[in-house]
Nanobody, 121 residues
Framework: QVQLVESGGGLVQAGGSLRLSCAAS??????????IRWYRQSLGKERELVAA???????KYVDSVKGRFTISRGNAKNTVYLQMNSLQPEDTGVYYC?????????????WGQGTQVTVSS
């Protein structure tokens, strides 16, 4: 089984930045060979697809983060990053890395444990 591990969450003031990372447990199962998505879950809200990147490079973002968040692959192709700038309290939630499937908006079969992002006003 592929294991995905998220890191980089934390507490930040509104207007600040964080960079989340999603890495596979084994290089042979690198995120470079699968579509990677970032979902977030907040209390009282539905799980939301925030950003996605395909194995070939195309990306997709939810409208609320366009211009502020950037999803990318590392130079080594074994890690996917989510750079989050101009963070707002509404961005608070648990961010989950999801891999597999084909379409950018599909739900893959692999999930990380999540990393908490808290944005204070």
């Amino acid at each position: 089984q592929v294991q995905l591990v998220e890191s980089g969450g934390g507490l930040v003031q509104a207007g600040g930045s964080l960079r989340l990372s999603c890495a596979a447990s084994r290089e042979i199962d690198s995120p470079s060979i699968m579509t990677i998505r970032w979902y977030r879950q907040s209390l009282g809200k539905e799980r939301e697809l925030v950003a996605a990147i395909s194995s070939g490079g195309p990306t997709k973002y939810v409208d609320s983060v366009k211009g502020r968040f950037t999803i990318s692959r590392g130079n080594a192709k074994n890690t996917v990053y989510l750079q989050m700038n101009s963070l707002q309290p509404e961005d608070t939630g648990v961010y989950y890395c999801n891999g597999g499937g084909f379409a950018l908006t599909a739900v893959g079969q692999y999930w990380g444990q999540g990393t908490q992002v808290t944005v204070s006003s």
